[in-house]
């Protein structure tokens, strides 16, 4: 497993806008749907309930469990206004990978909804977008100045997972299957709490890295 970091976000981060779904004021709704929307995840990523060990070393972020490939490092997000993390990188030679979990229907469908509002808001922003069909259905590419994005999502019963690479234009072809091979072997842990759908799953860090973060913080 990688080194680990700490990374403030700025205003003028790529990032910004497209970082997450904001939540919205409705109630998972248990009741089940034949018209549901949910993602093939036979071959990952698994919700915790349904997971056996397969050995792989992941970083355990409480709401998600993400495998963290030989050469790679993990890089921690604080939030400068609550000084607490935002989120939880993966950067590989590819680009710098993300993934989030959420809230979200039992019956799916989120997805759709967020990928058709993230185009909107990266082509708002000026980048080339363009919408295709991936494992787990729609995938989003863009190209914003220099830097190349791939997003994917997975719609389960009650969350949401959304990945994320953020690389060089070089390394796209290369990148997309590095995301797909994290996110695939990501897990879920999304606790049986009700909560607004598009919330935003809670992250916390190991002990050691969270040691780890406030001696840096401590010396500046």
Do not use: C
């Not at 009741?31 to 349904?50: N, R």
């Not at 397969?54 to 604080?78: A, C, F, N, T, Y």
């Not at 607490?84 to 909804?113: D, F, K, M, N």
């Not at 994005?149 to 290369?174: H, K, N, T």
């Amino acid at each position: 497993m990688g080194i680990f970091g700490r990374k403030r976000r700025t205003e003028g981060e790529s990032a910004g806008r497209h970082a997450a779904p904001e939540a919205d004021d409705t109630i998972e709704d248990d009741a089940y749907d034949e018209d549901s929307e949910l993602s093939d995840v036979s071959d990952g990523p698994f919700d915790v309930a349904d997971f056996e060990d397969d050995g792989v070393p992941r970083i355990d972020l409480g709401s998600v469990k993400v495998p963290v490939p030989d050469g790679s490092q993990v890089q921690v997000e604080m939030d400068p206004e609550t000084g607490g993390v935002r989120a939880v990188h993966v950067v590989t030679e590819q680009g710098q990978i993300t993934v989030s979990a959420y809230a979200a229907p039992r019956t799916g469908g989120l997805w759709r909804e967020v990928s058709t509002e993230l185009a909107e808001q990266l082509r708002a922003d000026g980048a080339k977008v363009n919408i295709g069909r991936g494992v787990w259905g729609l995938e989003i590419s863009a190209i914003v100045g220099d830097v190349s994005l791939r997003f994917v999502g997975i719609d389960r019963p009650r969350w949401m997972l959304r990945g994320v690479i953020a690389g060089p234009q070089s390394e796209a072809a290369a990148a997309v299957e590095v995301l797909r091979g994290i996110v695939r072997r990501t897990i879920v842990d999304r606790g049986d709490a009700p909560m607004p759908v598009r919330t935003p799953l809670t992250i916390t860090l190991p002990e050691a890295v969270a040691e780890h973060i406030a001696a840096q913080q401590q010396q500046g």
